[in-house]
């Protein structure tokens, strides 16, 4: 059978990175960085990422995690690419028309040529540590706020945990995102996160829970015995094994 390699492409608000996997999910070739251009359309989106690509060795299949709410490759919405320079700045009506309901999945998959996935990224990210057993919960600390949920192995629709109120008029991007963070300092920053983890644990009931993304070596303080702090180039990494985890996945373009 002929070995698969993936392009696995982790998109977030101040950075899109990628690189090519092997059939065992090891990188084969050094990861690319560019940092997330400002405005960016659905249209610019797809531009970048197939030049992106072209930076990168052949492959037969794409993994696209993106920020927001991602329903079967479509975006329903999209937190920082509506914006005119980037998170926390200006949305722009015209940009939040043009991603509602964009088909990013089909858009890319035609750029790239090769059938592609694309899910949230917190998502993908959580693909690469989840164990396959019991209700494992991922948070990813970013920009914002990612969560993604498997039940056994299995992918759950996506909860969009990071526009949800923690107290009156903030949102849990604002309470915990890298803004915080920057304003805080690492050490109250961490107890804020800590005491969030402390609150969402009752709500969710996990059997296990993994917290990542690029500020998560920032942390200042242990979360609890059931939560287990993994590294960020899971978000990369995690591009390959979503295709194993029993999720739909789409047919070669044309």
Known sequence: MDLERTLAIDCGGSGLKGSVLDDEGAMIAERVRIATPYPMGPERFVE???????????????????PGMIRHGRVISTPHYITV?????????????????????AALARA???PTLVVNDAEVHAAAVVTGQGLEVTFTLGTGLGCAVFDDGVLVPKIELSRSPVRKGVIYDEWIGDRARRELGAKRWSTRVRKAIDGLRPMFLWDRCYVGGGNAARLRTGL??????????AGIAGGIRLWELGQRTPDRPA
């Open 48 to 66: 970048v990422l197939a030049g992106l690509a072209e930076q990168l060795p052949p492959a037969d299949r794409a993994t696209i995690g993106m």
């Open 85 to 105: 320079a980037g998170p926390h700045s200006t949305v722009d009506p015209r940009l939040e028309r043009a991603w509602h309901r964009f088909d990013a999945q």
């Open 112 to 114: 790239l040529g090769i």
């Open 224 to 233: 609890g015995e059931d939560v287990t702090i993994v590294p960020n180039d």
